[in-house]
């Protein structure tokens, strides 16, 4: 297994779904790599699968976290026709940054023991 462990921040509010009767936390983060004029901004598809997921609090857009999970790639097509690769991280822990300006909200954080596998 691969472990990958980064400081990101949430590029817009996360989506509670239900997928084939799991339930499921998805979000997107960026996060920065380099500076000056080679500075870039990397993507990220993320999920936090089982009943964990449902307990997760404060998933808002600007939000920062440090996440640590399985790291994927999925090749697509885009609606034009043109081919893509997506960035996954399947969440196995998490710890909360830097809240978005205005947000007092309390946080816990932990481990992720509801990891299911497909």
Do not use: H
């Amino acid at each position: 297994m691969n472990n990958l462990t980064m400081t990101c921040r949430l590029v817009r509010d996360a989506e509670q779904r239900d997928i084939k009767g799991v339930p499921a936390l998805m979000f997107t983060v960026a996060t920065d790599t380099g500076f000056g004029q080679n500075k870039s901004t990397m993507y990220f598809d993320c999920a936090i699968w089982g009943e964990r997921s449902k307990t997760c609090k404060g998933f808002v857009k600007g939000q920062q976290f440090m996440l640590v999970g399985e790291f994927s790639q999925r090749a697509y097509q885009k609606k034009d026709g043109e081919n893509a690769v997506s960035n996954n991280l399947k969440v196995n822990s998490f710890d909360y940054g830097s809240a978005p300006k205005g947000n007092n909200l309390t946080t816990d954080t932990g481990e992720l023991d509801d990891i299911i596998e497909f």
